[in-house]
């Protein structure tokens, strides 16, 4: 009894059963291919995985506040396009790395005004932006070939080595400790949590909802803007689909790490665990000759069961919470379904 | 208050009426933008309204509106398919396999038809028993289903399923003179749509669902299972689609659904339907799918290259949402003034 309710809490931290399960995966994957853990093969799995983890951390900011960005892929891959378009045209890396950057902001605020100014659907938005940076970065590619760059610095951006660690992974650790800090420590951080879990609420308690969901999707511009460049140094070259998919794989990390759909719930740690599984899944199926393609079917699988723990995880807490009060009694299974959800909360989803 | 009545309607003169009207109802906006487009397009680019374009365009509009009208009955009720082009790949590839196999025609489309319905079934089980928001559950649904495509298709695209009746039912092949089986089919799916919404107790049931979830249910209606069943509408209609394009496009490649959901929102937008829920049209999502066509193909014969057209797309949804938006408004506002002049408080 006493064991349970230990573990049903320490379960409900954000982002500790992705991490058991993630460690749980390793090892069943290095069982099967003993190849799994050696140190290259695992720096270049997570080098690769890491303008991705920035995509998870990025949409995972906009879910906790209640919100959704489709088009952090693309504008991921748009920018990557631009910063290389810059160097191609001979610009030192300073300023291509603040034109991708750049790009992801501007996409990122333009995102935010059209949601917050005019009231339209964030998916609507960005979906439509989705569109228009893919359809941008397909007329770019067209323009220029965006490749053969050779600026001094460039590839050090990813490649580069401070204290026998890939420089990627610094610039990834640095931005996570930041955003971590940023959502718990600062005003506008509790505020993204507090719009999340009731904006209502939050806008009667005298929070200005519309700027903080403004900012939650011009943070996450900026960090597929990061990502951008991240990929563009990585890979050396631009192609027109680069990005494409992406965002499907960042909301499946974000909601696998236990970030949860209906807002208010979820930490920067627990979307880079989620992200970090399924690069390790994808690299596990890659080692053990799985053709790519089933990856996809293996992302939306996650989606499915991330969301259904989350619901396990608040129903466990409930429960909980309905045993404490009522001491004695064995309390009545939680009803979950739709309506009973409606009845109780009168909230339409 | 007879007087007021009587006398406030010929305050506003025959302008204001008619901009108000054409602002209340967005069928006629549409209407009104396409009227427009023509117009424009008679003096500065001719060829746009020769007849031999008008039909291209009418044709090659025919699968997003099928489409669209699927995606109109799910927006009515309130949610939304971003699995839709996937689905219409997936149907199409199942039609293409069963006649490979040598199953029969009418097996073939039952099959893909079939599919689509399973589809439609497997997002509304998502939505409403596993509580995923509608757009996460059609966008897992979209990534299962092209992983499925491009598992069997392994990437290379299925040919070799063409007999004479594909080339009928893609409109390849005219049925009489100009006139192609897709339009017919399309005309058939807009009646039925058109009249389960109009005039069935499920169509009332969609609008009521998509208009307040908490007020249908306490009136006694199955709220989890009507939007199934808008669903399972979306996904037939992308079957239909997959069926049209399987013989349109004489090989059905693994991405033959991509940007497809995405039309197919901006053509229902266009027409009017709420995100929102509760608002729709099947006019709407006809005269928006050409709309969007006549856009297209506008900027193409401008010579605007065709990689610009995810960004025109993207742009016209913006839009379209946007005037949707400013028409709801201003409808409100009309509303609440014809409320006013009745209760005898001038506006």
């Known amino acids: ?39 290259g093969s695992v720096r270049d799995y997570i080098n690769n995985a890491i303008p ?66 005019f009231g339209i659907n964030d998916f609507i938005v960005t979906l439509a932006t989705l569109n228009i940076a893919g359809g941008l970065l397909i007329v770019l590619t067209e323009q220029v070939p965006l490749q053969g760059v050779t600026t001094p610095g460039f590839s050090d951006i990813v490649y580069g080595n401070v204290f026998g660690i890939p420089s990627a992974f610094w610039i990834a650790a640095i931005i996570f400790v930041l955003m971590q800090f940023f959502l718990v420590k600062t005003v506008f951080g509790r505020r993204i949590f507090a719009i999340g879990i009731a904006p209502s ?30 990929l563009a140094s990585r890979l050396g070259s631009v192609q027109a689909f680069l990005g494409s998919g992406y965002e499907f794989i960042a909301i499946a990390g974000a909601v696998l790490g236990g970030v949860s759909l209906a807002g208010g719930r979820g930490s920067v740690w627990a979307a880079v665990a989620g992200g970090l599984m399924l690069a390790t899944l994808q690299q596990g199926l890659r080692l053990n000759g799985v053709d790519p393609v089933y990856f996809s079917i293996v992302t939306g699988l996650c989606i499915v069961a991330g969301v259904v723990f989350d619901r396990r995880i608040q129903q466990l807490a409930l429960s909980g919470i309905r045993k404490r009060r009522r001491t004695g009694s064995a309390p009545p299974p939680p009803d979950t379904s739709q309506e009973a959800h409606l009845l109780r909360t009168g909230k339409q989803d | 208050m007879s007087t007021t009545a009587a006398t406030a309607p010929k305050k506003n003169s025959l302008v204001d009426r008619v901009g108000a ?41 025919l699968v997003v509106m099928i489409l669209a009208m699927g995606m109109t009955v799910v927006l009515i009720s309130g949610g939304i398919d971003l699995s839709i082009g996937t689905t219409m790949a997936l149907c199409a590839g199942v039609a293409a396999t069963s006649m490979k196999f040598g ?40 990534g299962f289903a092209s992983g499925i495509l491009y598992i069997w298709t392994k990437g290379v695209p299925i040919i070799g399923y063409m007999v004479p009746e594909f080339y009928v039912i893609g409109g390849l092949t005219p049925l009489l003179a100009s006139l192609t089986l897709p339009m017919i089919i399309a005309l058939l799916v807009a009646l039925v749509l058109g009249g389960v919404l109009g005039s069935t107790r499920l169509g009332t049931y969609f609008f009521a669902v998509g208009s307040s979830k908490t007020g249908a249910m306490q009136s006694g209606i199955r709220v989890d ?48 339907a709420a995100l929102s829920g509760g608002r729709g049209r099947i006019l709407g999502a006809i005269l928006g799918a050409i709309t969007l066509a006549a856009t297209v193909n506008l900027i193409n014969l401008v010579g605007v290259p065709s990689s610009y057209q995810k960004i025109v797309i993207g742009a016209i949804l913006i839009l379209a949402v946007l005037a949707n938006r400013i028409s709801a408004i201003v409808s409100g506002i009309v509303r609440q003034r014809r409320a006013l002049v009745l209760e005898g408080i001038p506006a």
């Open chain 2, 225 to 272: 299972r009507i939007r199934t069943q808008a669903y399972i509408v979306s996904g037939l209609s992308a079957a239909v689609a997959g069926i049209i394009m399987a013989g349109r496009n004489t090989n059905v490649p693994a991405d033959l659904g991509n940007g497809y959901e995405i039309q197919a929102i901006a053509a229902a937008v266009i027409g009017g």
């Open chain 2, 21 to 61: 009207r054409l602002l209340v109802d967005p069928t006629l906006g549409v209407l009104a933008l396409l009227i427009l487009i023509c117009l424009v397009s008679a003096f500065t680019l001719p060829v746009f309204l020769e007849p031999s374009n008008l039909y291209n365009l009418l044709n090659t509009s």
């Open chain 1, 201 to 230: 609420a939050a806008n009667v308690a005298g929070v200005n909802v519309e700027r903080v969901r403004l900012g939650t999707f011009v943070l996450s511009g900026v960090l597929a803007g990061a990502a951008g460049v991240l």
């Open chain 1, 1 to 39: 009894m006493n064991f349970q309710r230990t573990a049903s809490r320490i379960l409900s931290v954000n982002g500790v059963p992705i991490a058991i399960a993630l460690v749980i995966v390793v090892i069943i994957f290095q069982i099967m291919s003993p190849v799994f853990l050696t140190p």
């Open chain 2, 103 to 142: 199953l029969p025609l009418f097996a073939a489309l039952i099959a893909a038809l079939a599919t689509g319905a399973l589809v439609g079934i497997g997002n509304g089980l998502l939505i409403t028993r596993l509580g995923l928001p509608d757009f996460i559950a059609t966008l897992a649904m979209l």
């Open chain 1, 52 to 117: 991705i983890l920035l995509l998870t951390v990025g949409v995972a900011i906009v879910i906790v506040a209640g919100g959704i960005d489709l088009s952090v892929g693309t504008v991921a891959g748009l920018s990557a396009g631009t910063t290389m378009w810059t160097l191609v045209n001979g610009a030192p890396t300073l300023v291509a790395v603040l034109t991708g950057v750049g790009t992801g902001l501007v996409f990122g605020l333009f995102n935010g005004l059209m949601i917050t100014r």
